[in-house]
């Protein structure tokens, strides 16, 4: 009977062994199943347990704490280190789930460049405009900062009103004084595997041009001074881009020495100082001056004459109301038809003709309107005895004082 129940009890005992068993293996198994385990390049939510020089531990809920150390924490800028303290909140980037140490190595920089990456993501599927800042920039073009990662202008896709303030003969000395500005753009592109983010600030204007050169009207006045890019010529003139929008210098405002076309003295994308002389704002039209901005020669060519004295003048255009006399100095003056004699001219090829050199009588002058007026029959004219005679003499004296 002993026996029996020896028998029994180690049956029952055998059997408890090994339900207490299972019942172990099962609570081993469903706490297994409740630990969520790290896995290797997945984002996880961690607390900063504890900052030192080499190292951080971050809490990311599993049981033992994840650190971020060695060659990942170098990666950091120290301005990154600054903002981080004990008890703070923030995504890691699991590397290794565990170590030989037992550690969970974790990367706060590549956590910082994936959450990045998600944001442009979504930024380019909900064409967000994006205020940042120039930090860069190569041969091709500008580099902004979105976030954690470094974005790539294009010059094709800067603003026209961005390249007509910059001031430069290459586009590196151009992009180089770009380079701190504050910048609105778009994401265009993007590759996470090529590290290739493109953006653009003529997507992320919402001026049309027409706003664009109404706002720059509004904000000009006469007078000031400009730095701007020549983006056009024509037979009448140069348009010139100031703060996006384009003026014109008529080719009468171009130099103070007389230009046929704008390309005797301009091209296309070149750098021009200019002055506003109006602004039709009814109308949208900006008027420059580039002349405005130099000496005028004219006045001190003039100088040395008078009205009333004779001068001697080349013959140099015949037209229908008169002929045109070039003068010492470059001046041209002009002979009107009522000038050329006293008997009726019906035109001035009956008395003169293009080459002839004449002494005529300078009878007015409009130093304004840079004009000169001549005469060929007022040259003996008894109205001017007494200034010929002052002239004759002063001229005179002046042939003594040299003997």
Same mark, same amino acid.
């Given at each position: 009977?002993?026996?029996?129940?020896?028998?029994?009890?180690?049956?029952?005992?055998? $059997?408890?062994?090994?339900?207490?068993? $299972?019942?172990?293996?099962?609570?081993?198994?469903?706490?297994?199943?409740?630990?969520?385990?790290?896995?290797?390049?997945?984002?996880?939510?961690?607390?900063?347990?504890?900052?030192?020089?080499?190292?951080?531990?971050?809490?990311?809920?599993?049981?033992?704490?994840?650190?971020?150390?060695?060659?990942?924490?170098?990666?950091?800028?120290?301005?990154?280190?600054?903002?981080?303290?004990?008890?703070?909140?923030?995504?890691?980037?699991?590397?290794?789930?565990?170590?030989?140490?037992?550690?969970?190595?974790?990367?706060?920089?590549?956590?910082?460049?994936?959450?990045?990456?998600?944001?442009?993501?979504?930024?380019?599927?909900?064409?967000?405009?994006?205020?940042?800042?120039?930090?860069?920039?190569?041969?091709?073009?500008?580099?902004?900062?979105?976030?954690?990662?470094?974005?790539?202008?294009?010059?094709?896709?800067?603003?026209?009103?961005?390249?007509?303030?910059?001031?430069?003969?290459?586009?590196? $000395?151009?992009? $180089?004084?770009?380079?701190?500005?504050?910048?609105?753009?778009?994401?265009?592109?993007?590759?996470?595997?090529?590290?290739?983010?493109?953006? #653009?600030?003529?997507?992320?204007?919402?001026?049309?041009?027409?706003?664009?050169?109404?706002?720059?009207?509004?904000?000009?006045?006469?007078?000031?001074?400009?730095?701007?890019?020549?983006?056009?010529?024509?037979?009448?003139?140069?348009?010139?881009?100031?703060?996006?929008?384009?003026?014109?210098?008529?080719?009468?405002?171009? #130099?103070?020495?007389?230009?046929?076309?704008?390309?005797?003295?301009?091209?296309?994308?070149?750098?021009?100082?200019?002055?506003?002389?109006?602004?039709?704002?009814?109308?949208?039209?900006?008027?420059?001056?580039?002349?405005?901005?130099?000496?005028?020669?004219?006045?001190?060519?003039?100088?040395?004459?008078?009205?009333?004295?004779?001068?001697?003048?080349?013959?140099?255009?015949?037209?229908?109301?008169?002929?045109?006399?070039?003068?010492?100095?470059?001046?041209?003056?002009?002979?009107?038809?009522?000038?050329?004699?006293?008997?009726?001219?019906?035109?001035?090829?009956?008395?003169?003709?293009?080459?002839?050199?004449?002494?005529?009588?300078?009878?007015?002058?409009?130093?304004?309107?840079?004009?000169?007026?001549?005469?060929?029959?007022?040259?003996?004219?008894?109205?001017?005895?007494?200034?010929?005679?002052?002239?004759?003499?002063?001229?005179?004296?002046?042939?003594?004082?040299?003997?």
């Amino acid at each position: 009977m002993t026996d029996q129940n020896e028998t029994l009890s180690g049956t029952s005992n055998a $059997q408890g062994d090994q339900s207490n068993n $299972q019942s172990m293996e099962a609570l081993l198994a469903s706490e297994s199943l409740s630990i969520d385990l790290p896995k290797a390049g997945e984002i996880r939510k961690g607390t900063i347990a504890s900052i030192s020089q080499n190292q951080i531990l971050i809490s990311i809920g599993a049981k033992s704490e994840g650190v971020v150390a060695g060659k990942e924490l170098e990666q950091l800028t120290q301005e990154e280190r600054d903002a981080l303290s004990v008890g703070q909140e923030l995504d890691v980037f699991v590397i290794i789930p565990e170590d030989a140490n037992g550690n969970v190595v974790l990367s706060l920089k590549r956590a910082f460049e994936q959450i990045a990456w998600e944001n442009v993501e979504k930024m380019i599927t909900d064409e967000t405009v994006l205020d940042t800042k120039i930090i860069g920039f190569n041969k091709g073009g500008l580099i902004a900062a979105v976030g954690n990662l470094r974005g790539f202008i294009p010059s094709s896709q800067i603003s026209a009103a961005r390249r007509a303030q910059s001031t430069g003969d290459k586009p590196e $000395q151009r992009y $180089q004084k770009m380079v701190g500005q504050p910048i609105s753009v778009r994401i265009v592109e993007v590759d996470r595997e090529r590290r290739r983010l493109i953006l #653009s600030e003529r997507a992320a204007s919402t001026e049309s041009r027409s706003e664009l050169k109404e706002r720059v009207i509004s904000e000009l006045q006469e007078g000031q001074t400009y730095t701007g890019r020549v983006t056009s010529l024509a037979d009448f003139g140069a348009f010139v881009n100031i703060n996006g929008a384009d003026g014109l210098v008529h080719l009468s405002e171009i #130099s103070w020495d007389h230009v046929t076309h704008p390309k005797e003295v301009l091209e296309v994308g070149q750098e021009v100082n200019v002055k506003v002389i109006n602004i039709d704002r009814d109308k949208k039209r900006i008027g420059l001056s580039i002349r405005a901005l130099q000496d005028d020669p004219w006045k001190n060519r003039m100088a040395k004459f008078s009205v009333g004295q004779l001068v001697e003048g080349a013959i140099t255009r015949l037209t229908k109301f008169g002929a045109f006399a070039r003068l010492e100095g470059d001046i041209e003056g002009l002979i009107h038809i009522s000038e050329l004699s006293e008997n009726r001219v019906e035109h001035p090829k009956e008395v003169l003709h293009e080459g002839d050199v004449k002494t005529l009588r300078i009878i007015r002058i409009d130093t304004d309107q840079h004009r000169i007026g001549l005469s060929l029959r007022k040259v003996d004219s008894a109205a001017y005895a007494d200034k010929d005679f002052k002239m004759l003499t002063r001229d005179f004296g002046q042939e003594e004082d040299k003997e």
